[in-house]
């Protein structure tokens, strides 16, 4: 019954039903939408993890030739403060470069390998 001066009226039984069908498939699309954007951050949170252990160990092994390639060096000056004469300056100059060459092509491949891997590691997730 309505009361006087107020205007009321019946939502219909099958309005409230398509209401509540509309809110519910809303509800499902938003949960479903939420689900997905938590397997992505997850999912970028493991890459990034995977990208900055990947550079952490391509640093260290950088860090590791250059430790080397420096300790190289101080070896070749000690040598050339010891050397006699030109002959001993240029054959251990000789020495020095051709080992410092082959060093080096290993550091690069090595380098290349660990690069490649940490490449491969991150476009599998």
């Not at 080096?104 to 490649?116: F, P, R, V």
């Given at each position: 019954?309505?009361?006087?001066?107020?205007?009321?009226?019946?939502?219909?039984?099958?309005?409230?039903a398509l209401?509540?069908?509309?809110?519910?498939?809303?509800?499902?699309?938003?949960?479903?939408?939420?689900?997905?954007?938590?397997?992505?951050?997850?999912?970028?949170?493991?890459?990034?993890?995977?990208?900055?252990?990947?550079?952490?160990?391509?640093?260290?092994?950088?860090?590791?030739?250059?430790?080397?390639?420096?300790?190289?060096?101080?070896?070749f000056a000690?040598?050339?403060?010891r050397a006699?004469?030109?002959?001993?300056?240029?054959?251990?100059?000789?020495?020095?470069?051709?080992?410092?060459?082959?060093?080096?092509?290993?550091?690069?491949?090595?380098?290349?390998?660990?690069?490649?891997?940490?490449?491969?590691?991150?476009?599998?997730?």
């Amino acid at each position: 019954m309505a009361k006087q001066g107020s205007l009321s009226f019946e939502i219909p039984t099958e309005f409230r039903a398509l209401a509540e069908k509309s809110v519910e498939q809303a509800r499902q699309a938003f949960d479903s939408i939420m689900a997905a954007a938590a397997q992505a951050a997850t999912r970028a949170d493991r890459q990034a993890a995977d990208a900055r252990a990947g550079a952490k160990e391509v640093g260290e092994l950088a860090v590791r030739f250059a430790e080397r390639n420096i300790a190289a060096s101080f070896d070749f000056a000690q040598q050339l403060a010891r050397a006699k004469d030109s002959e001993e300056v240029l054959a251990l100059h000789a020495d020095y470069v051709k080992r410092q060459i082959a060093a080096l092509t290993d550091q690069g491949k090595e380098l290349s390998k660990e690069a490649a891997k940490m490449a491969g590691s991150a476009t599998q997730h």
